[in-house]
């Protein structure tokens, strides 16, 4: 093993650049949660309608709709065409996510994210095995079950278990039983299933990422030739299979990720002290230098630095 990869996590980067160049990612997706989620919370704490509704479905200011588009399809394979307002508002989002990468949702809006990074830093600190791995088409089957479930009860199903908007409701109204599938979600990640919920299962996610999968935003591994191998980016990486193809590829290949199992949520950027890599756009024709051929050959890290 590379003497790198056994320093802690993302060590090098705050020596050479600081504690606040190095998680800045990070903290501007917990700044951006936080905000999504105060916008909602304005109104029945304080009162201040800028937002009315949550994630599912809001009006902004009286006049911008927005409505989650995943929730405007089962509505509609379930039989409910919705009104005009509620069909532009999700049109609006999906637009959006489709240009500036679906999966965004996940790592810089969704509520739920926090809780997961939490679970997943708890199962690190307790020196757990990684567990149960679900293939990772796995939440396609659970994204079609939720859909033909919605057909044929004719109801928007997946709000009857939706963590996402438990969390919203209990956080307005008091979180009771709402509790239970948040906590749950928590304990499955740290005991059973290392990042298993976001990573494996979540149909929002996987509704999510094949909606932005031609996406403008992504990031690339421009500088892979620099890579000195300490395996920080595939321990952060929620998806760790992603950077693969960018970082390892031969030449010719893009360094482009252009999976769309990424969520752009940067910390590959953060970690990284040789800066490898860099948020970009899908077209971006800079050609990567190749890395040498002792580095093109090392195995595919997963087992070294567990993320």
Not at 75 to 97: D, F, K, Q
Request: proline share 6%; aromatic share 12%; hydrophobic share 50%.
């Amino acid at each position: 093993m590379n003497d790198k990869a056994r320093l802690p996590v993302g060590q090098e980067a705050v020596e050479k650049f600081g504690w606040l160049r190095a998680h800045r990612f990070l903290i501007l997706r917990r700044l951006s949660q936080l905000f999504f989620l105060s916008l909602f919370l304005l109104g029945p704490w304080f009162g201040i309608w800028w937002v009315k509704g949550n994630l599912s479905g809001s009006l902004t200011f009286g006049i911008l709709p927005l409505t989650d588009p995943f929730i405007t399809v089962q509505s509609m394979v379930a039989g409910h065409w919705p009104e005009l307002t509620a069909l532009i508002g999700a049109v609006i989002v999906a637009v959006a996510y489709a240009l500036i990468g679906g999966r965004v949702y996940c790592s810089w809006v969704c509520p739920i994210n926090p809780v997961t990074d939490a679970a997943h830093w708890a199962h690190e600190k307790l020196g757990m095995q990684k567990g149960w791995q679900p293939k990772r088409g796995t939440r396609l089957w659970v994204l079609a079950m939720v859909l033909a479930v919605s057909a044929l009860t004719g109801t928007i199903a997946w709000e009857f278990v939706n963590p996402i908007s438990m969390l919203h409701r209990g956080l307005i109204f008091g979180m009771g039983f709402a509790w239970t599938f948040v906590v749950a979600v928590f304990l499955f990640d740290v005991f059973l299933s290392r990042r298993g919920w976001c990573g494996h299962l979540c149909p929002v996610g996987a509704f999510y990422g094949l909606l932005g999968a031609k996406s403008l935003l992504r990031v690339s591994a421009a500088n892979r030739a620099a890579c000195d191998d300490c395996m920080d980016c595939f321990a952060v990486c929620p998806e760790m299979h992603v950077i693969t193809p960018a970082l390892r590829g031969k030449d010719g290949d893009t360094p482009i990720i252009l999976s769309h199992d990424c969520t752009n949520c940067g910390r590959c950027i953060d970690v990284c002290a040789m800066d490898v890599f860099a948020f970009t756009h899908r077209f971006d024709a800079t050609p990567a230098p190749a890395r040498d051929d002792r580095a093109r050959s090392k195995p595919t890290p997963g087992a070294s630095r567990a993320a």
